[in-house]
């Protein structure tokens, strides 16, 4: 579990699950070597995002959890908030266990072996967008 004096983006799914959310290279490096093997990652398919990791034992999480996350994750892109039309965005989504980084990879910067995807909706993101944190 993360440190309890970082200051990650935070936030709760409907279903109680925490996700932590980096706001920079340096806390996407944390927040991703601070996940478990068997949780699950996400990051928008562009680059520019944070990585999102939600708490909980990849076999807890549901389709809901995921959705709910990678809206989350979406809002906070670059792609997003530099976007003039807002878009439906992509979101990969794997678990701690098929991410690798070589010694190479810039800060915040990580490979993946197995992607899965997720769309978050733009009307859905611009609901959160709305809304005070």
């Known amino acids: 579990m993360a440190k309890t004096n970082e200051k990650y983006r935070k936030f709760t799914t409907s279903s109680g699950k925490l996700v932590l959310a ?3 290279a340096e806390q996407n490096e944390k927040v991703v070597n601070e996940s478990g093997k068997n949780e699950y990652l996400l990051h928008t398919e562009a680059p520019g995002s944070p990585f999102c990791n939600i708490k909980s034992d ?3 999480v549901s389709k ?3 959705n709910e996350t990678a809206i989350f994750c979406a809002k906070y892109s670059q792609a997003w908030k530099k ?4 878009k439906d965005v992509v979101v990969h989504f794997f678990s701690g266990k098929d991410i690798f ?3 190479d990879m810039k800060l915040g910067t ?3 072996k197995k992607v899965k995807k997720v769309i978050a909706l733009a ?3 611009k609901k959160i967008d709305d809304k005070k944190e």
Request: charged share 45%; hydrophobic share 25%; net charge positive.
């Open 83 to 86: 976007s003039r039309v807002k």
């Open 123 to 125: 009307n859905d993101i």
């Open 22 to 24: 980096g706001k920079n």
């Open 101 to 103: 980084k070589s010694k």
């Open 58 to 60: 990849f076999k807890d």
């Open 64 to 66: 809901e959890d995921l």
């Open 110 to 112: 990580f490979g993946v």
